[in-house]
């Protein structure tokens, strides 16, 4: 070899070496850079693993209140439901119990208000003093009556005789009224003179003044047009089976039927006595006077119904 060539390749041989040197580092310098990268990506995503587990843990746990939360609101709802509904429960006692004491108070006010003389049992058994007057009277509409002075019935009851003598009149059935209300003293001079007509006898058909039904004011005697006054004829008459028939639906009652303990057969001879007992006598086939005095009083709450 020629000495410069030598010479020369000497010099260039290192310089290959470093630069060989030089690549081979750098060729592992990126190698380490890329797991460094690597390195540092799997610690971040370590680390969002982490931070997402903590966050999953927190909303697990919220959630788990929440279910808590949600199973107390649940369980204060229903009681308040079940509250509610108790409360309802009471306040329907109470609005009862204040209808039945606004009933009482007006059942109360309509027996003050109500004379129990309207129901008792006269006729020699309950007596009617001399002061005794209705608390108000009413005229009776002359067509109905055969009298020429006035007749007078009691005005609550008044309302139901009216409506009876204008039902039969729309039947065709000619009632007339030939006596209604009389006072004690009427009474008694009635007696007076049927005494003296009669003698004892008088005792069997007409009361004494005190015992008759008719200063009530709700007892009348019915008649005909063609008969004079109130007599035993009245049976016979189409208007005495209508009264059998329907005069119970206006409150009225055959007071002496037949065979009665008091007076002779009165078939002309009605009193008031409220739709409601009335109807009960009817359907029961019992006669006023047959029943106790208790039992009768129960209807003086319904006398004007």
């Avoid at 009556?145 to 065709?172: C, I, N, R, S, V």
């Avoid at 409601?276 to 006023?288: G, M, P, S, V, Y």
């Amino acid at each position: 070899m020629d000495q410069s060539n030598y010479t020369t390749h000497r010099w260039l041989y290192p310089s290959i070496t470093i630069f060989a040197i030089l690549l081979l580092a750098s060729g592992g310098g990126y190698g380490w850079y890329q797991l460094h990268l690597t390195k540092v990506a799997l610690e971040k995503a370590d680390h969002q693993i982490t931070e997402t587990r903590s966050r999953t843990s927190i909303l697990e746990q919220q959630n788990a209140d929440m279910s808590i939360t949600l199973m107390t609101a649940q369980s204060e709802k229903e009681q308040l439901e079940a509250d509610l509904k108790a409360q309802k429960r009471q306040n329907a006692i109470l609005t009862n119990d204040k209808e039945d004491l606004e009933d009482q108070r007006e059942i109360l006010q309509k027996l003050t208000q109500t004379d129990k003389q309207l129901l008792a049992k006269y006729s020699k058994v309950y007596f009617l003093n001399e002061n005794y007057v209705p608390a108000q009277l009413v005229t009776i509409d002359k067509a109905y009556t055969t009298q020429e002075k006035q007749l007078q019935f009691l005005k609550d009851a008044y309302p139901y005789l009216e409506e009876l003598l204008k039902d039969a009149a729309e039947d065709g059935i000619p009632l007339r009224i030939a006596s209604a209300y009389r006072s004690y003293n009427e009474q008694k001079a009635l007696k007076s003179a049927y005494k003296a007509m009669y003698g004892a006898g008088a005792n069997t058909f007409s009361a004494d003044q005190g015992y008759s039904e008719h200063q009530l004011g709700t007892t009348v005697d019915f008649t005909t047009p063609e008969l004079i006054g109130a007599v035993p004829a009245f049976e016979n008459t189409t208007s005495y089976t209508w009264l059998k028939n329907n005069a119970y639906k206006y409150g009225f009652i055959l007071s002496y039927p037949k065979s009665n303990a008091y007076y002779i057969y009165e078939p002309w001879h009605w009193r008031f006595v409220g739709v409601k007992l009335a109807r009960t006598l009817h359907e029961d086939n019992k006669n006023f006077y047959d029943l106790d005095q208790r039992e009768i009083d129960s209807y003086l709450i319904h006398l004007f119904d």
